[in-house]
């Protein structure tokens, strides 16, 4: 089999002659190793003074020499007596040597959940084994130490994992690495599951993972299969509410969508114009979904208007936190054009005054006028933060008012991001009683819609809806996302 080219320049940095093999001749890899007591390493190729660049020599020396032996046996014997001062550069050249044979000195003792790395790139090696082993040692793990961090910092970029419990924190690149291994090896990673979720059928980590894996594409209907005879947890409104939940009590604007938050120059620009609310059920399956879409933002060239998406469901992941199963958020600019371009950098804003104005967006051009914001109260002047250019604000309320469904996409096309195989649309609606998650006592807002889902009768119903599969169970409630309700701060810009 060819060399990769990872490979091929860890032969070069040698700067050695090489063998038929394309690597080191053995008889010179054993010379080169014989005479190692310690890999001295480096984090660059190129040092700044002579005893620098003297142990990186050395190191791409002892590593070429430890890809180019003859056996497996060879290479662990070699592994294990070596001192390691900072971490191999790469794990992936000795898997594409050796394969799964090395496993023991990637893993080197797992001691209360930590894995300890003597080199780097393990979790892409790990993933390239494709072995039982490789996997299950994964589940063993909760984070990777390297050997050269410092000890008391060896978690790490860590993620809190909902399903064990609300003090679980695994290192993101033990997640990171099972979603490698799930991704290119998903019917390897199903046989271990259903062995172990056969022998704990309780563990919350293994259903968390038989979703994860039941989500994923290569192979499914083989992985399936496997999965086939494992038991499978009945929805419950209580796992529903308890995913909302977790995300409204977060603080982030990503997490959850608030009416207002009230606070002079947020960062965010969170001006607030509609709310919808989606959500979809499995025909045959557990899988459920919902998505909340919010048309924010005010108009600037740094948060421009635009519908954001707060993803919740069974098959929902967040790619830049791979802890954070069940929830994700999206966001696409809308397409509004304006009848001009205020002079921002000058402090220049958009006139309230809407007597001939003509904006253009999805539902073709409208024209606007100071009788349509008198007859409909669309509130000049006023928004949910104090942030914003008010001009812009009226005229996106005077669109939507024309033209209310306008900027929304397609239901099945937002349904698709849930990533349910055969989804059920239970719920769509844009008008239905929100919750924002937490009492903001600086705003002029009816309580009513303050606290968590879970003591949201509209949301305990929806729970209800997507458990039994009813879409009349469904209460929406006294509808609170109009955008009048929420106008009540002076604009500033």
Not at 21 to 47: D, F
Not at 175 to 181: K, L, T, V
Not at 374 to 398: I, M
Not at 440 to 446: G, M, P
Request: hydrophobic share 40%; with cysteine; aromatic share 6%.
């Amino acid at each position: 089999m060819p060399l990769s080219e990872t490979l091929k320049q860890t032969i070069r940095y040698a700067g050695l002659a090489t063998d038929n093999r394309g690597l080191l001749p053995i008889a010179v890899a054993r010379k080169i190793l014989k005479g190692t007591a310690k890999y001295p390493g480096a984090h660059v190729h190129e040092g700044e003074d002579a005893n620098e660049k003297k142990a990186i020599a050395e190191s791409h020396k002892i590593h070429a020499a430890l890809v180019s032996l003859a056996t497996p046996e060879e290479v662990l014997g070699q592994l294990a007596r070596i001192t390691w001062g900072l971490p191999l550069y790469d794990a992936t050249t000795l898997v594409e040597r050796y394969g799964a044979a090395v496993l023991p000195w990637f893993a080197g003792v797992v001691k209360n959940g930590v894995l300890e790395a003597k080199t780097y790139e393990i979790e892409p090696a790990l993933a390239m084994t494709g072995s039982e082993a490789a996997f299950e040692l994964l589940l063993k793990v909760r984070t990777i130490h390297f050997i050269d961090e410092p000890r008391k910092h060896g978690l790490g970029e860590v993620a809190e994992v909902p399903e064990l419990d609300a003090k679980a924190r695994i290192d993101v690149r033990v997640e990171g690495a099972i979603d490698q291994f799930i991704t290119l090896h998903p019917l390897v990673a199903a046989r271990v599951i259903a062995r172990r979720i056969a022998a704990a059928p309780k563990d919350k980590r293994l259903e968390a993972l038989v979703k994860r894996l039941s989500a994923s594409r290569p192979g499914k209907a083989a992985v399936d299969k496997v999965l086939g005879s494992l038991p499978v947890e009945a929805l419950t409104t209580n796992a529903i509410l308890e995913l909302l939940d977790q995300a409204a009590k977060d603080p982030s604007p990503q997490a959850w969508p608030k009416f207002a938050t009230g606070i002079e120059d947020d960062p965010m620009t969170l001006e607030y114009h509609a709310l919808r609310i989606i959500a979809a059920r499995s025909k045959k399956g557990e899988d459920w979904g919902v998505v909340l879409e919010r048309i924010t933002g005010s108009f600037s060239p740094w948060e421009p208007a635009r519908i954001e998406r707060f993803l919740f469901g069974s098959n929902v992941r967040d790619p830049d936190n791979p802890g954070a199963v069940g929830l994700s958020h999206t966001e696409d600019t809308i397409d509004f054009k304006l009848d001009r371009v205020p002079d921002q950098a000058n402090g220049e804003s958009l006139d309230t005054n809407l007597d001939g104005v003509v904006v253009r967006g999805p539902a073709g051009t409208a024209k606007l006028s100071n009788a349509l914001v008198k007859k409909h109260d669309l509130k000049p002047g006023l928004g949910s933060e104090y942030e914003g250019d008010p001009g812009f604000n009226l005229r996106l309320r005077a669109y939507l008012t024309l033209h209310p469904d306008a900027f929304w996409d397609a239901t099945k096309d937002v349904v698709k991001e849930l990533q349910i195989a055969d989804p059920e649309v239970l719920v769509d609606t844009d008008a239905f009683c929100h919750v924002v998650g937490a009492t903001y006592k600086r705003l002029k807002s009816s309580s009513s819609w303050h606290g968590p889902p879970s003591k949201s009768k509209t949301y305990q119903s929806l729970a209800e809806a997507l458990v039994k599969r009813n879409k009349k169970l469904f209460v929406p409630g006294k509808s609170n996302v109009d955008v009048r309700l929420h106008a009540i701060n002076k604009t500033k810009c």
